[in-house]
């Protein structure tokens, strides 16, 4: 008598190992890399026209970007307390974590303010155009990392992050680190360029 084939299914659960959540997340991954990669490379071939004027970027630039890096620190640390076991410390990392991105969004509107009172507006200056831009779609994906950190602290609360299940909380780091090195990338891509 031979034993039936056992039958291979996806999970859906965001903690397992394996099925759709870490193809989604290189999906994601990927695009978000190539989207920026496509803008640096814009910005490589327009520099060189006539009508490029480095703008002087404001100095709060310098403290938000020490702002992200934090918070991919404090998300290291969620990560400990959950491999730990320590539900109420990965609670507390996590919204650390989420608390300085979203004071990170708030340096960078501090950062347009000061631009603006500066008069370097969107229209004449194509680097200030590019500085608008960069930031407002990077803006957009910290937004997206805010929404993982958020679903992510959720779940953390709930308890659903154990010493050996929380693949979930790993993913949502993975994406929040990338936010942040797409961050220094943008940045050293401003003032280089």
């Known amino acids: 008598m031979t034993a039936a084939p056992a039958v291979i299914r996806a999970s859906r659960d965001p903690n397992a190992p394996h099925g759709p959540y870490p193809v989604g997340l290189a999906g994601l991954v990927v695009t978000v890399a190539m989207l920026f990669a496509a803008f640096t490379a814009a910005v490589v071939v327009r520099r060189t026209g006539a009508d490029w004027v480095p703008v002087p970027l404001p100095p709060v630039l310098w403290l938000n970007t020490g702002v992200i890096l934090l918070s991919s ?3 290291e640390r969620a990560r400990a307390a959950a491999r730990s076991a320590d539900v109420r410390r990965t609670g507390d990392w ?3 974590a989420a608390l300085l991105g979203v004071l990170f969004l708030g340096g960078q509107f501090v950062a347009w303010s000061a631009l603006v009172s500066q008069g370097v507006l969107l229209g004449p200056n194509p680097h200030a155009a590019f500085f608008y831009m960069l930031s407002a779609v990077h803006g957009a994906h910290v937004l997206g990392g805010l929404g993982a950190l958020g679903w992510t602290l959720r779940r953390a609360r709930a308890g659903a992050y154990q010493a050996d299940r929380y693949t979930g909380l790993t993913h949502a780091a993975i994406y929040w680190h990338l936010v ?8 050293a891509t401003l003032l280089l360029l």
């Open 73 to 75: 620190i404090a998300v």
């Open 94 to 96: 996590l919204a650390a």
């Open 180 to 187: 942040g090195g797409v961050w220094l990338w943008l940045l």
